[in-house]
Each structure stands twice: as C-alpha cells, then as structure tokens.
C-alpha cells in the first residue's frame, strides 16, 4: 500500500530534551515536506527537500532541523524543544515531475512540549 | 502575510445542504489551486484540483469554482451529507515556487443528519 508514515503518533517531552519524528514513503517521491498545524493557522510549512541531500526552509523553520540521507526518509529533529512547538506535524511526499501535483500526507504527530 | 485567506473558519449545514467554502489569493502567478480534505485523526488528502485556465470543475458532488479576475475561488459541496462533515483547505502552488503549497487557514464543516 503507497502510503506516508509517521512516529511517534503522539508524543510528550519537556522543553529543552532533544527529539526526531521520523516519515518514511514508499512511493519513490522526490519531494517530501514537514508541516505543522495550528488552530487558525491552517498548515505552515517547516522544510522541505527536492530530492536527496537537497533541502530548504519552509515559512516556519526556527527550531527544526531536518536531514534527506535516503530518498524514502525525512526525519524532522527538534534540537531543544520548547512549548511553542506543540502542534500536530504533518510530513507529506510527492513527485516533482509530470502533471499531478498532489502531496500525500502522513498521519500526524501530536507533539507536546511542557 | 498570508497569501490564501480563507472562509468561512466554521460551517454548519443541514443534510442536503450546499456548504460554500471561499478562497482568494494574493499572488498573481499561482496556477495550480487545490483542495484538501481532512478527516479527524487523518492527514489531509487531496479531494479536487483546478488550474485558472477553466473557471469550473466537478468531480462528483464536489465543484470547484474559479474566478481569475476576482482571484478567487470556492468550494461547493452539493447534497451534503454527514459523511462529509471534516475540515476543509483550500491551497494554492506556482512553478516557481518549486511546487510548495501554500494553505488557506482551514474551515470545519458539519453536516447534520
């Protein structure tokens, strides 16, 4: 089954305790993409990457980092975490080629931060 | 500054009903103007497309309407049904942006039986 996958599903940590959220695809899609969703906000981009090795800042950057080693994985790390960055994480791939344009979404993570 | 407003935040409708869900845009060299359905617990999931050389697009009882001049475009739910009742983002992309969507702020909608 093509799908996205996210983990944790859930998570809380305290401020400051370093943690990665993982998102795997398996649909050998160039492009992946780190999104947070808040109340009112709708969904703000964090990174995204074209293809291996390549990334690049979103709208929301500050605090994240991320990595694209393989072109399956797109880890998003959070360094040092603090409650501002509690939100529900969205990780997204699609190809860069050809006519459809859709983003496939993972699940989510729910991330708090106390 | 956000690129994509849009409205109404919330929408409640009877079963039968026809919800509209509006977007406009600020960025003239957007052409591609998608439309994401998310249901709770779920990540957001393509529901319906269109590009600004057509001012109208249907797909089941889902149509998009577009309004180029106006920079603006909605969503039309015909004969709704609870089974319908998530929340609603509308989006927009442009080549030169590497294909990023940018998205509206989200809408719920409730359908009541």
Redesign the interface.
Known sequence: EAQ?TQNPRYLITVTGKKLTVTCSQNMNHE?M?W?RQDP??????IY?S?NVEVT?K?DVPEGYKVSRKEKRNFPLILESPSPNQTSLY?C?S?L?SGTS????????TRLTVT | QQQVK?SP?SLIVQKGGIPIINCAYENTAFD?F?W?QQFP??????LI?IRPDVSEKKEGRFTISFNKSAKQFSLHIMDSQPGDSATY?CAA?WEGS????T????TQLTVLP
């Open positions: 996205v492009y993409s999104y009112g906000l709708g969904l703000r981009q995204y074209m690049d979103g969205f997204a699609s860069t344009y859709e983003q496939y979404f993972g699940p989510g | 849009q935040q591609y998608p994401y617990g779920k990540g957001p999931a393509l497309a983002f992309s590497a294909r990023q969507l998205f509206g702020s989200g």
